[in-house]
């Protein structure tokens, strides 16, 4: 008999056609980092260096990286060999907050040596970015309402929060809309605004961003609603700016937006579903990116445990659905993939296992790899490519 996830892998290879196949070899090298939710399970980050085994690409575990509380997302500095992490903790030593760490990278070992701590100027926050320059964390905070910016300095050390700025309201889901929840923050490619996917009132929000200066300021527009009980999570920009997709955790939707890049305006366009037609069972989505060369979009289905693979239509920004790949696990969260763009890594949290696959940008077709990496509860992970 065979073993589930073989079979889910089995199927994702049927959606690769014979060109995926050819495709060259791994990048190897790069190291993969990856936040989990601790507990009996995880203490903390663990590393892996991507490698190739028998022609395909492979995890090899390079241990705990980082110990830490609930370091759920991550973002990296390759430049200076810095990573960043958030802490779900509930509290920042004596204060109901949660927190942000910094980390210098070593390359060879993939362990990471703690540089500094700072409140993440409100409870719960779930997700974080750099920006360009390098010198501004921006964190979206869950349970606390807000969005916030932190000022990095030169050596990657956090300093205390420039700005906080509270999200109001509320909308139509009897338990998860009762209050705001800012659930990403998403800079646009000129980095002029912040776009923030709030999950509690329905509504991606806007603010001016002043790198120098760390700082946020209401934007108007001051935001873009959705449909209630969307429940906007995340947020992904087409890399040439002109659209952004809004993957919409309760209703299991993407919503297409046209972006005035220089207004800071977001324009709905359309919304279509991430489950294939007929699906009864229950799903949230969790993660949304577009690939680099602008031609496909994924979003993770968490129940449905699959892919959801769209075409981007070149002119109108439209999505066209061009299937579901299984995930070969429970739960998907985070995916991304390697600076090349052809191997995609993806956790699936309820299942403790990361799954490789090669991505041909030319079909948008995903082919797995054998290798499956054990991973405890992991939520987010990134590529660090090899330095030059």
């Known amino acids: ?16 056609p014979a060109s995926a196949l050819a495709a060259p070899a791994a990048p190897v090298g790069s190291l993969v980092f990856v936040g989990t939710y601790t507990g009996p ?45 958030i802490s779900e903790s509930a509290t920042f030593g004596d204060r109901p907050t949660g927190w942000v760490a910094s980390f210098r990278i070593d390359r060879t070992s993939g362990r990471l040596e703690p540089l500094s701590t700072a409140s993440s100027g409100a409870p719960g926050p779930c997700h974080l970015l750099l920006d360009r320059t390098g010198r501004t964390i921006l964190v979206a905070n869950y349970s606390g309402a807000a969005v916030a910016s ?13 700005s906080v700025l509270r999200h109001e309201g509320s909308s139509v889901h009897p338990t998860r809309q009762k209050a705001p929840h800012p659930h990403a923050v998403t800079l646009d490619p000129t980095e002029r605004f912040l776009y923030v996917c709030d999950l509690g009132i329905d509504q991606v929000r806007v603010y001016r961003f002043d790198a120098a200066a760390h700082r946020l300021t209401p934007h108007t527009p001051a935001h873009v609603s959705l449909r209630p009980g969307a429940g ?37 366009v359309e919304s279509v579903s991430t489950l294939p037609a007929g699906f009864t069972g229950r799903s949230t ?41 299984p995930t070969g696990g429970r739960t998907p969260r985070h995916f991304g993939w390697d600076s090349t763009g052809t191997i995609v890594a993806l956790g699936n949290q ?24 054990a991973v405890p509860s992991p939520v987010c992970l990134v590529f660090l490519p090899p330095a030059p």
């Open 1 to 16: 008999m065979h073993h589930p996830l073989l079979l889910a892998l089995l199927t994702v290879a049927l959606l690769a």
């Open 350 to 373: 309820d299942s403790d296992t990361v799954v490789l696959g090669r991505l041909d940008p030319t079909t948008g077709a995903i082919r797995p790899s054998p290798h499956v990496a």
């Open 232 to 268: 906007p999570r995340h947020l992904a920009f087409r890399p040439d700016g002109r659209f952004a997709y809004a993957v919409n955790e309760l209703d299991s939707t993407v919503t297409v937006f046209r972006h005035d890049a220089a207004a800071g305006r977001l324009e709905t």
């Open 41 to 85: 399970k995880s203490r903390g980050i663990h590393a892996f260096r991507l490698v190739e085994r028998a022609g395909e690409p492979a995890l090899e575990p390079l241990g705990l990286a980082a110990e830490m509380a609930q370091p759920s997302f991550l973002a990296l500095d390759p430049a200076r060999g810095l990573l960043f992490a």
């Open 150 to 162: 932190l000022p990095v300095d030169a050596t990657g050390r956090l300093g205390q929060p420039v």
């Open 285 to 325: 989505t969790a993660e949304i990116q577009a690939h680099p060369n602008g031609r496909w979009l994924y979003a993770s289905n968490r129940g449905h445990d699959s892919l959801a693979v769209f075409a981007i239509d070149a002119q109108r920004g439209t999505l066209t659905a061009r299937g579901h790949v």
